[in-house]
Structure formats: C-alpha cells, structure tokens
C-alpha cells in the first residue's frame, strides 16, 4: 500500500442536465499524477470488479487509507430529492 500514491479517484455523480432530470452515472475514474509532480496529470476510467453501487450522485465518499480502499454512502438519482439510498459500499 502506498500511502501518497499522487493519484485521485472519483466515482458516480451526475452528467450535465437542466432542472432536476438528473443523469446518474456509476463511473469510477482516477487521475494518475494528481498532483503534477510526477508527469502530466491523465484521467483513465476503472472497471472494478465485482457488484458496484448503482448511479447515484449526492453521495459521500472517503478513503480509508488503512485499507486502501474508496467507501461510498448514500445518495440519490436525481439530484433534487431527498436521498434515494441509505447503502455503504467499498
């Protein structure tokens, strides 16, 4: 486990929409050399491996640097209601 690995990565949120016709995404994507020190920051999409967290955006997301992993909760697919989901993902 590298603890400062200049990387960052993102999951989910919502595609560009007017009003509240939000478009959920499931995307999970990292920016390798986040930090430009160490090259030309690139973005490059992920394919996790086993069940993922379905589209959501307005979600909380953490790292757990003890475990090397991204933890996901909560959100919705719409963007303007209340939170659809009460889940936690890794």
Known sequence: MTLFSNR????????PTSGCNAN?????????????????PAWSQLA???????ARGAHGAGYDAANDRMIVFGGD????????FND???
Do not use: E, H, R, Y
């Open 77 to 84: 697919t719409t963007g303007c209601t209340p939170p659809a």
């Open 48 to 54: 996790p491996t086993g069940p993922t967290p379905s």
């Open 88 to 90: 936690v993902w890794s």
């Open 24 to 40: 959920p995404l499931n995307d999970t994507w990292v920016l390798i050399n986040a930090n430009g020190l160490g090259g030309t």
């Open 8 to 15: 960052m990565i993102i999951f989910g949120g919502q595609a």
